[in-house]
């Protein structure tokens, strides 16, 4: 457009006497000059902007990754609902989960100098208020939720349900730890974090967790207006260990006393790669519940029977994990001490081929992981999956991540950190993931924060309603009984 706009002041004007049409020449020309170098130096930006820096320092690396990932969910959100999307660059729908990831983000960016204290707050504020004001009921459409529960995706802009997904009890249950994060974090005097512990509350206090357990022992995965609740209920260990802690210590409609017990019925304690743990395949499980709650030196009973606690039994799953993928016996392209991790993620979706005379189904997004019973691996590693056990296994994790950005640079490391999966053995030249995914990206960035400060852990052990479920869970010791709850 501006060079045409030259193009045409150059063509009217060398009609008029020479020395006009000079003057006008080296005008245009002095305009085409400063038009050039700010398309260079935007260019440069942008260049800058994706591609990493060549970081040799393993600790910068890893502040750079924290600043890049947290500016993913600074950056990515519907800004008419404030609500933050399931993925980027393609945007389909926004995610509650990824929702909860975001408020807690926010407050790291705050205590990481990133944004100022007013801006989070700012920000927490309209998330929490439209949250609280979106509408509510029984109807197949134009609802963002029911019964304080909201559905799984939303719709960009109106934020009402997207599609036929389920109202989701634990994608609200995520959402409402990253609420309450905000409660506890937000004290000030001021109107606006009065407003944030207020929307909070009624928030959390809304939610009829007990509607959800539909008359069982444990709780449905969810509930749609065409056929009420899913067959598919909470049991056996898995990352839902957060949302039952907080139904319990609920004041306005707790889930029975005996839920806790029943949960841990279902566990499968077994030696799994060398290391007897809890099982759960993908490891998203062993993290989701431990970026809100630190469960160093606390027990339940059936803790207290292994004689470890829920914090050592995640240690042991991510060690098995890596174990696991550097046995590598589907003998997949990259495995190795430092390129492991085996998570739900995206993956390249190609569909069977022939991979070292084995036929192997190469998926697009699908939980991933191993254990005893479990075994989805089609050579697909999300630097996620390392990067959200990094309090559990500081060297190890962070030994990959280093490796995989020193490795595969910009090809998976980009504006806003890792890229959220890649597959060397799909094709010649492998696959990386064009993609961010929002509850990916948060969980790397919230346990790469608990593992450097404890941020998020001390916060939420100050929050009266999360300590009382742990204590209703039968939980006991350590920071239980030293930190008292406040809000």
Known sequence: MFVKLIAVL????????????NSWLQLSTLLMVIFLLSCKNQAQTQKAAEKPATITDKKLFLDDLKQRTFNYFWDIVDSASWQSDDRYPSKQFTS??????????????????????????????QTLLWLW???????????SGYKGFYYHFLKYGEGTRYKDVELSSIDTGLLMAGILTT????????????????LADSLFLRV?????????????????????????????????????????GSPTHPIAANSWQA???????VKFEGYEHINFGPLFGHQYSHMFIDFREIHDAYMKDKGIDYFENSRRATLSNRAYCMRNPFNFKGYG????????????GAGKKTWKNQTIDFKAYNARGVAFDYLQDDGTIAPTAAGGSIPFAPKETTDALFTMYQRYGDQLYRQYGFADAFNLSVSEAGWFAPDYIGID???????????????????????????????????SGGWLTSSPAKI
């Open 263 to 269: 949960w841990t019925a279902s566990y499968d304690w």
């Open 133 to 143: 004001e979106a509408p509510m009921g029984t109807a197949q459409h134009h609802m």
């Open 208 to 248: 009829e967790w007990n509607w959800m357990m539909n008359d069982a022992e444990t709780m449905s995965m969810g509930w749609k207006p065409e056929s009420g609740f899913l067959d598919a209920q909470w049991k056996g260990y898995n990352e839902a260990m957060i949302l039952l802690l907080m139904a319990m």
């Open 96 to 125: 509650i989960a990824a929702t909860g990831f975001a408020l807690p983000a926010y407050i790291i960016g705050v205590e990481n100098q990133y944004i100022s204290r007013n801006e989070a707050a700012k920000r927490v504020n």
């Open 337 to 348: 001490k430092n390129i492991w991790g085996l998570t739900a993620s995206d993956g390249p």
């Open 183 to 198: 409660q506890s974090y937000f004290d000030g005097d001021n109107p606006i974090e009065q407003q944030i512990r207020e």
């Open 441 to 475: 990206q948060g969980a790397l960035l919230i346990q790469l924060e608990n593992h450097d400060s404890e941020l998020i852990w001390n916060i939420l052990k100050k929050n009266k309603y999360l300590k009382e479920g742990l204590i209703k869970a039968g939980f």
């Open 10 to 21: 150059n063509n009217h004007f060398t009609t008029r006497k020479r020395g006009q049409t």
